[in-house]
């Protein structure tokens, strides 16, 4: 049965970053069912591939991966990361092809209505919403090794390698494309140890923090 929804008055955008193995994804899932809004995470790579023309198994290999060349196109106009044109698109690496055109769709699903957004910088696309709530999960090292090797497949004796190199990867993307710093205070409005309070606690959490925020709204 599915729980009684929020009133999502305020069109409420809700950013999920998070620790690898911390249950971002399963957060995200399990709040955009209960409040009866859309859920985007890999759903992303397959709607770039269908608006970009990209082999959806190449966007697959270079997601949430940075790369070298965008700053410098940006810097120099070629490419105009607003409306992801530029004489020179396609001349870019997949990695910033990529970004480009996923930052183009969250922008589009945020103008559509609300919805749950894991990972791909959305915090930072989406920073000049008022209605976006930015939220990222962390959890201790060891729960989330036992996640990782529980409930993602990962063999116990390359739990701990993965987590951190995953990790490693979320960070340099989000740094690179953002020019922000993965994971610090500053970045979020709420941060949640996944490891404390659970999967469901989170998204209780989450949910009376944007009934709250909606509320200081009305």
């Not at 023309?53 to 697959?60: F, N, P, Q, V």
């Not at 930072?124 to 919403?129: F, G, K, P, V």
């Not at 063999?155 to 994971?183: C, F, L």
Request: with cysteine.
């Amino acid at each position: 049965m599915r729980k009684r929804g929020i009133h999502m008055s305020n069109n409420t955008i809700i950013t999920i970053g998070r620790q690898y193995g911390s249950g971002g994804k399963a957060i995200g899932e399990q709040l955009s069912k209960e409040l009866g809004i859309p859920f985007y995470d890999k759903e992303l790579i397959a709607l770039a591939a269908e608006k970009s023309g990209m082999s959806a198994d190449l966007l697959k290999e270079v997601d949430e991966r940075a790369s070298n060349s965008l700053l410098y196109s940006l810097s120099t106009g070629m490419v105009n990361l607003h409306t992801g044109t530029g004489p020179t698109l396609y001349n870019l690496p997949m990695n910033d092809r990529l970004f480009i055109v996923q930052a183009d769709l969250i922008k589009q699903f945020a103008k559509e209505g609300p919805c749950v957004i894991v990972g791909r910088c959305a915090d930072y696309i989406l920073r000049e919403n008022p209605d976006l709530v930015r939220v990222f999960i962390h959890a201790e090292l060891e729960k989330r090794i036992q996640r990782a090797t529980t409930e993602y497949g990962i063999s116990p004796e390359k739990a701990e390698d993965t987590v951190h190199k995953i990790d490693k990867k979320r960070a340099s993307y989000y740094n690179y494309y953002s020019s922000r710093k993965w994971g610090h205070l500053e970045n979020y409005d709420l941060c949640i140890n996944s490891g404390l309070i659970g999967i469901d606690g989170a998204v209780k959490l989450i949910r009376q923090f944007v009934e709250l925020k909606e509320g200081l709204g009305r």
